[in-house]
């Protein structure tokens, strides 16, 4: 949807913000990404009862639960991998590098150039988001315009709102921690022993199937 580490402070005294003020920030934010090894944290819908965790890992590995499933990207294979624990079945399909933008937007740069967070709007304003000051700005998206709310602390994307469908979609990231370790099973996971192949009916554009 974060044990922030310090990599120096916005003011906050101002009511609102100019677009400088975001584009400097929003790039110190993808430069923390860049130099990481590890993200973790919890992400979700804003005011769900509970988020779920998502871990980034170099060179090229993902993880996250959403919606009773779980997603890995195996890098060393090459491969995206959507699992019903449940159900013992998952879906896989080809990904040189792990595709989280409509997951996770805003951290796709952890990886490499995110064109999901270019275009930044001219206007940006100072407000409270999920319980913390932030900074919003409207980027490009991948489903169109999007607002999103960045950490004064830290440059990282706090959350993120968007029209579709009629309804808005907010979603926020909380907890995450930057060079925290992982599992060692989720930097290369395979399915376990009896998993079916299949068609999983989820909503693949939510975790960036194809």
């Known amino acids: 949807m974060l044990g922030w580490f310090a990599v120096g402070l916005l003011a906050m ?11 400097d920030l929003l790039a110190r934010g993808q430069t923390v990404l860049r130099q990481a090894r590890t993200v973790v944290g919890l992400f979700g819908e804003k005011g769900s009862a509970s988020l779920e965790p998502f871990e980034l890992i170099k060179p090229a590995s993902f993880y996250a639960r959403w919606r009773g499933y ?34 996770l937007l805003g951290y796709q740069g952890f990886f490499g150039p995110d064109p999901a967070m270019a275009s930044l709007g001219p206007v940006a304003r100072r407000v409270r988001f999920d319980g913390r000051e932030c900074l919003q700005a409207r980027v490009r998206g991948l489903s169109g315009p999007t607002d999103v709310y960045l950490d004064p602390r830290t440059g990282l994307v706090a959350g993120w709102s968007l ?24 930097r290369a996971w395979t399915p376990p022993p009896g998993a079916k192949r299949t068609q999983l009916p989820f909503p693949g554009s939510e975790l960036g199937a194809k």
């Open 13 to 23: 005294a101002s009511p609102r913000g100019g677009a400088g003020d975001a584009g």
């Open 70 to 103: 779980e997603v890995f990207h195996n890098g060393d294979r090459g491969l995206q991998y959507v699992y019903d624990p449940k159900r013992n079945e998952y879906m896989v399909y080809e990904s040189r590098m792990p595709n989280v933008s409509i997951v």
């Open 163 to 186: 029209q579709s469908g009629g309804r808005t979609l907010v979603r926020v990231y909380r907890g995450v921690r930057v060079n925290a370790p992982v599992p060692e099973a989720h």
